[in-house]
Nanobody, 124 residues
Framework: QVQLVESGGGLVQPGGSLRLSCAAS????????MGWFRQAPGKEREFVAT????????YYAESVKGRFTISRDNAKNMVYLQMNSLRPDDTAVYYC?????????????????WGQGTQVTVST
C-alpha cells in the first residue's frame, strides 16, 4: 500500500480558491489511480475527482465540474486538487485516496489507501 498525507486545507471566503496537495510514499506511485473524496458534516463521504495513472485523463463529480482540477506529478509522488469558485457547500474534510483499479475509478470501495484528511471551510 501507499501512505498518503494531505495538506493545503483552510478557511476561505466564497468565490475564493485553494489548492490541496497529497504526498505519497513509496516507489510505485505511478501504478495507482488517484482520487479525491470529501465528507461534509452529517453526510456520507462522496467522490470529488479522479485521474488515471498517467494523469492524462480526469473525471469529476457534477457538483465540482468546471471549478476543480485534479492533477498529479509522478516524479514527485504528488497529487493536487485545485479548487476555484468555492462555495459554502464545498465545506468538508477532503481525502486523498489511491486505487489499483484500471483504468480509473470513482467508487470509494475501489480505493484501498487513504490519507487522514484536510479540512476545507468556505465561509464569510
Amino acid at each position: 500500500q501507499v501512505q498518503l498525507v494531505e495538506s493545503g486545507g483552510g478557511l476561505v471566503q466564497p468565490g475564493g480558491s485553494l489548492r490541496l496537495s497529497c504526498a505519497a510514499s513509496g516507489r510505485t506511485f505511478g501504478a495507482y489511480v488517484m482520487g479525491w473524496f470529501r465528507q461534509a458534516p452529517g453526510k456520507e463521504r462522496e467522490f470529488v475527482a479522479t485521474c488515471t495513472k498517467s494523469g492524462a485523463s480526469a473525471y469529476y463529480a457534477e457538483s465540482v465540474k468546471g471549478r476543480f482540477t485534479i492533477s498529479r506529478d509522478n516524479a514527485k509522488n504528488m497529487v493536487y486538487l485545485q479548487m476555484n469558485s468555492l462555495r459554502p457547500d464545498d465545506t468538508a474534510v477532503y481525502y486523498c485516496a489511491a486505487s489499483t483499479t484500471y483504468p480509473f475509478s470513482y467508487s470509494e470501495a475501489d480505493f484501498g489507501s487513504w490519507g487522514q484528511g484536510t479540512q476545507v471551510t468556505v465561509s464569510t
